[in-house]
């Protein structure tokens, strides 16, 4: 059973950092692409940060406009974990984090797997 767990959520203040973490069991994903999504109240699920594999060790990152240069996304493989580095944060990060995974390489479609989500509140 796969299962993806996050962690590293909280309340910070505008321009302060957090990593979340998200653990992946049941499968390995060093081939397979992964991604941050976020939603907050009101609004629809989106799609914030992806690394994809591109064959042997090389991995692409993309990123949403409203996170590039600020957030960074990385994974371990070893450890079958993802993160997201978020700095200078702002109030519109304000979100439940999802982690995702996918069972091809690049994303394609809807993630197969979710993680339950991490809740991330930045105040002003």
């Known amino acids: 059973q796969v299962q993806l767990v996050e962690s590293g959520g909280g309340l910070v203040q505008a321009g302060d950092s957090l990593r979340l973490s998200c653990a992946a069991s049941g499968r390995t994903f060093s081939s397979n692409a992964m991604g941050w999504f976020r939603q907050a109240p009101g609004k629809e699920r989106e799609d914030v940060a992806t690394t994809r594999w591109g064959g042997g060790s090389t991995y692409y990152a993309d990123y949403a406009d409203s996170v590039k240069g600020r957030f960074t996304i990385s994974r371990d493989n070893a450890k079958n974990t993802v993160y997201l580095q978020m700095n200078s944060l702002k109030p519109e990060d304000t979100a439940v984090y999802y982690c995702?995974?996918?069972?091809?390489?690049?994303?394609?479609?809807?993630?197969?797997?979710w993680g339950q989500g991490t809740q991330v509140t930045v105040s002003s």
């Open positions: 995702a995974a996918y069972l091809t390489a690049q994303p394609m479609g809807i993630p197969n797997y």
